[in-house]
């Protein structure tokens, strides 16, 4: 009957999802090309609102509506002004736990969560809620869904249902006391094949496909005919669940074809499942004998979902509402991508046979999209849904996700820790600007105004606390773990014993001839400790399996320098706490503890004290001398509160001269950590900033603030030139009574230097539609 089609990726540069090793492919879009679809928001959702906005309405009764109160301020001291929605004025860090793969249970999270705010964290994430099945751990420490609707027996092992579920509530409150929201990954596009509900809509398919051998013989083997047996089948399994009054008939969630095109057999058990995640094309049928029939698979021949399927959607949407009635504050859905009938790896459907790519669905972010809109109006706009994206703006947009990754996630090559490494490196505003960045997803907030409703994409970045920071000749790449992933370097040294991370920097610290340590895990409280005198790459070995990592001995200070850096400028670090390759011990990064602040502080102190550094706020690059580094964050819809912060990228404090916009010049700030007052001039000298620090200030009198009018461009338009967003409206303001409002136009991709608009301030405050240009606008208006 002919081969079976071979199934390969569509163009789109996907990278495979690993959990225990951090994805590096940058799959960036060209950045405001198209309208955004339609979404469904609040009219002025961003705009600061009081704290009574949590409706009590929410379903889940009175300890789910608490539950949302209470993280609608996360991050927030002041409960007057929190954000309409929580995640886009939430301060601190995102940490990830994962239950399957290293014993952690819903007793210990509820023993640690009181400890998560002084390190940083605000958010929990844990990977997952959901049950995962046997193959739970094999499956990515829990991704792979086995009955989406009951705990993780991973996080309440031998417990009932209702035991889960009073340990889950115990959370739940302690989380609501300490500030912190409850975010579970998820991956909704596969099912492991222990799963009962996958065992049941095995059963289904086998008995359709016998009635209709009967009925219909023949049929399953025509070529051509693929599609129409297929159809069939799913008709028997409807007929069959309707009989049996099934509503969710899981038959009816996966894709169908003839067992003829399977390629693979369906992995029978938790070693072949490993094989199979290792060796296993990306998307592939496999044979199922046990339906007669192949499923399609795009994870480690597990079977996937299919969103083009009402029953699927239905039932997937129902499950997310579930957990966000019983406390989850949000979602963060692995690789989106894959999701069959949702992301882009087939073409439509075709019978050829030989190498055509046949999944009997055409990819449709609306698909997706339709879930997550339903899932955020059910909870009334409070839950966050985020998704394993990297630097594509618009496609998470379209496919209605409040935040992505990224594109600068933990390679090599990331700028921010090229800079840190490295003071003479001149390429950090790379990790900003351009294409698929933290400037394009704060653009896409100011873009969306008018077409449809307003749409705001948070920017997370993963954090790679586990860099070595040895030094290496080659400066413009830090050797932080060799491949991009583990940090598996042996320096040798002295044995020291075993002791915490801390006290082993500190035995490094009292030591003059230790450059560095060389630790290896014995518990997540201690290590084995060795000090050693070298610091270059070339002075240790690398020792992937050994379990051991090293760090030179200022390793602590600069890792704060890139966290801070992270946040200040408007990204949301994100920490997955668990193995080797990331971080697991109680503490947020290597030598820090319970007793250290510093993240803490930068929360309280800084971060949260000002609107400027909502993560939709602008975000402008200043000029200053080395080794220094400025950023102003500035709210330019709202409250026109502007910040500058000052980094120092060398070890020892410094001064160092800040040269800042004429609009600036004669203002005065406060230095947000202990208020003292700076006047500020043209070049401004920041004396005596910390080594691997940072000296925020917030203007004491905010600048103009800019409303949306139009998505005309305006017959007034003249000169221009390509900016940065954030350029736009300061160029507006430095002008001062000569531009009443500016008129944008977005650019298709980002041009050099990462501009994103071309920038046309006009005099007064007057528009005149111009309808000749096919080209995207925007007009905003200046209130003084």
Not at 257 to 285: I, Y
Request: some cysteine; glycine content about 8%.
């Amino acid at each position: 009957v002919g081969s079976p089609p071979a199934i390969s990726p569509a163009p789109l540069v996907l990278a495979a999802r690993v959990a225990t090793a951090y994805l590096l492919a940058t799959m960036a879009l060209s950045v405001l090309h198209r309208c955004p679809a339609a979404v469904l928001l609040l009219a002025g959702a961003l705009a600061p609102v009081r704290s009574d906005w949590a409706s009590p309405a929410l379903r889940g009764g009175s300890a789910a509506v608490a539950r949302r109160t209470a993280s609608a301020g996360v991050g927030w001291d002041d409960k007057d002004r929190p954000p309409a929605l929580w995640w886009q004025g939430a301060s601190g860090m995102m940490g990830t736990v994962a239950a399957n793969c290293y014993d952690i249970s819903l007793e210990m999270l509820i023993d640690e969560v009181p400890k998560l705010p002084q390190r940083g964290f605000r958010i929990l994430s844990i990977q997952s809620v959901y049950d995962s099945g046997t193959y739970g751990q094999t499956l990515w420490c829990g991704l792979g869904l086995s009955e989406a609707d009951r705990f993780n027996r991973a996080l309440c092992p031998d417990k009932s249902e209702d035991e889960c579920q009073g340990l889950w509530d115990q959370l739940v409150q302690t989380c609501i006391d300490n500030g912190v929201a409850i975010v579970s990954n998820f991956n909704a596009g596969f099912y492991s094949v222990d799963s009962p509900d996958f065992k049941s809509a095995e059963v289904y398919v086998k008995n359709a496909v016998a009635a209709l051998r009967v009925s219909q013989p023949g049929l399953e083997d025509e070529d051509g005919k693929e599609q129409e047996w297929t159809d069939a089948v799913r008709g028997e399994v409807r007929a069959a669940c309707a009989a049996a009054d099934d509503k969710r008939c899981p038959g009816l969630w996966f894709s169908w074809a003839p067992l003829r095109w399977g390629g693979q057999s369906k992995p029978a058990n938790e070693a072949e499942v490993a094989g199979m995640k290792k060796t296993s094309p990306n998307l592939q049928w496999i044979r199922d004998n046990d339906a007669q029939m192949a499923y399609v698979s795009v994870w480690a021949g597990m079977p996937g979902t299919n969103f083009e399927y009402p029953e699927w959607t239905e039932y997937i949407t129902g499950v997310l509402q579930s957990w966000a009635a019983k406390g989850v504050d949000g979602f963060m859905f692995d690789d989106p991508t894959r999701y069959p009938g949702v992301g882009e790896y087939c073409s439509p459907a075709t019978a050829g046979g030989g190498n055509d790519t046949t999944c009997f669905w055409t990819p449709d972010a609306s698909k997706m999209k339709a879930v997550t809109d339903a899932v955020r109006n059910a909870s009334d706009q409070r839950t966050f849904q985020a998704a394993e994206l990297y630097g594509e703006v618009e496609y998470a947009v379209e496919l209605g996700f409040d935040s992505l990754l990224q594109k600068e996630d933990y390679g090599a090559s990331n700028p921010i820790i090229n800079k840190v490494y490295d003071t003479s490196y001149d390429g950090l505003e790379e990790a900003f600007t351009g294409s698929g960045s933290l400037d394009a997803a704060i653009a896409q907030c100011y873009f969306t105004m008018g077409r449809g409703s307003q749409w705001c994409v948070l920017s997370m970045a993963r954090q790679p606390v586990m860099v070595s920071w040895l030094s290496t000749d080659d400066a413009s790449i830090p050797v932080h773990d060799n491949t991009g992933e583990v940090n598996s370097w042996d320096c040798g040294g002295t044995l020291q014993g075993n002791m915490s991370m801390p006290a082993c920097f500190q035995a490094c610290a009292v030591d003059e001839n230790c450059k560095s340590i060389t630790v290896s895990w014995q518990s997540k409280d201690e290590v084995s400790c060795s000090t050693s005198p070298a610091y270059q790459v070339e002075d240790c070995a690398w020792a992937d399996g050994a379990g051991k990592v090293s760090f030179l001995e200022d390793s602590p200070k600069k890792t704060r320098l890139m966290l801070a850096l992270n946040t200040v400028s408007g990204l949301l670090p994100s920490v997955d706490m668990w193995g080797n390759d990331a971080w697991w011990s109680n503490d947020i990064f290597p030598g820090a503890d319970d007793q250290d602040s510093w993240m803490l502080d930068l929360d309280t102190q800084v971060i949260s004290k000002s609107l400027a550094f909502k993560h939709t706020s602008l975000r402008q690059a200043l000029a200053a001398d080395s080794p220094g580094y400025a950023v102003l964050r500035y709210d330019a819809l709202y409250s026109g509160e502007v910040t500058i912060t000052t980094f120092n990228f060398d070890a020892e404090d410094a001064d160092f001269n800040v040269y800042l916009y004429d609009s600036l010049v004669g203002q005065t700030a406060k230095d947000m950590q202990n208020g003292a007052p700076w006047q500020l001039g043209s070049t401004t000298t920041m004396l005596s900033v910390p080594g691997y620090g940072y000296r925020a200030l917030k203007l004491d009198a905010p600048w103009p603030v800019f409303e949306f009018q139009t998505t005309d461009r305006c017959a007034e338009a003249s000169n221009s030139e390509q900016t940065t967003l954030a350029g736009c409206f300061i160029k507006c303001i430095e002008m001062r009574a000569g531009c009443g409002a500016v008129n944008i136009k977005w650019l298709a991709s980002d041009a050099a230097e990462g501009k994103l608009v071309e920038c046309f301030p006009l005099v007064t405050a007057s528009c005149t539609a111009d309808s000749s240009s096919e080209d995207a606008w925007s007009y905003f208006t200046r209130k003084p």
